[in-house]
Antibody
Framework: QVQLLESGPGLVKPSQTLTLTCTVS??????????WSWIRQPAGKALEWLGRIYSGGSTTYNPSLKSRVTISLDTSKNQFSLKLTSLTAADTAVYYC?????????????WGQGRKVTVSS | DIQMTQSPSSLSASVGDRVTITCRAS??????LNWYQQKPGRVPNLLIY???TLQSGVPSRFSGSGSGTDFTLTISSLQPEDFATYYCHQSYSTPWTFGQGTKVEIK
């Protein structure tokens, strides 16, 4: 059974950098035909895709984040991470990691439980 | 970016009703359209991918159709556990984008 679990701080100050980690169990982030994505959801609002990484390390980001986002892999720990810089209150949201198999129209078939992040001084 | 617009934003329905939710893309996305269900305080759950393929374990009362720019999610007979918010998601062109959601409430 594949499981994803986000970890990281729940409270971050404005202008600081957020780093979240997603630990994958039951699957290998090194396998082919699968991306690993980050998605966020402000309270009461819709979902926003932030970006993704492939097993070889190639990344795709949402241009709306204006180069504030970096996603990386740690294959030795079967983890991938999100770094988001220059935080503002608008970055307050629940952050999800998700699996995105290429087979299956790149839908997000497995999600982490979510990590609530508040940006406040 | 491809804009995804869902309608209605919310609806009230009774158990047993047939419910249809529409999702429109700002340009053709062929059949690269996925649907998720999210219950309050819970994680989104994949229902349908590639317009009409049911994810494993999803009840057959859910179905999807469409192509190009116009898509629908249909619940043939609404059950108590179906009251939730539904999101469409295009996976044709990055950045992936979602609709704003349709909240299905109890009448």
């Amino acid at each position: 059974q594949v499981q994803l679990l986000e970890s990281g701080p729940g409270l971050v100050k404005p202008s600081q950098t957020l780093t979240l980690t997603c630990t994958v169990s039951g699957d290998s982030i090194s396998r082919d035909n699968c991306y690993w994505s980050w998605i966020r959801q402000p309270a009461g609002k819709a979902l926003e895709w932030l970006g993704r990484i492939y097993s070889g390390g190639s990344t795709t980001y949402n241009p709306s984040l204006k180069s504030r986002v970096t996603i990386s892999l740690d294959t030795s720990k079967n983890q991938f991470s999100l770094k988001l810089t220059s935080l503002t209150a608008a970055d307050t949201a629940v952050y999800y990691c998700a699996r995105e198999p290429i087979v299956g129209a790149n839908a997000f078939d497995i999600w982490g439980q979510g990590r609530k992040v508040t940006v406040s001084s | 970016d491809i804009q995804m617009t869902q309608s209605p934003s919310s609806l009230s329905a009774s158990v047993g009703d047939r419910v249809t939710i529409t999702c429109r893309a700002s340009q053709s996305i062929r059949s690269y359209l996925n649907w998720y269900q999210q219950k309050p305080g819970r994680v989104p759950n994949l229902l349908i991918y590639a317009t009409s393929t049911l994810q494993s374990g999803v009840p057959s009362r859910f179905s999807g159709s469409g192509s190009g720019t116009d898509f629908t999610l249909t619940i043939s007979s609404l059950q108590p556990e179906d009251f939730a918010t539904y999101y469409c998601h295009q996976s044709y062109s990055t950045p992936w984008t979602f609709g704003q959601g349709t909240k299905v409430e109890i009448k």
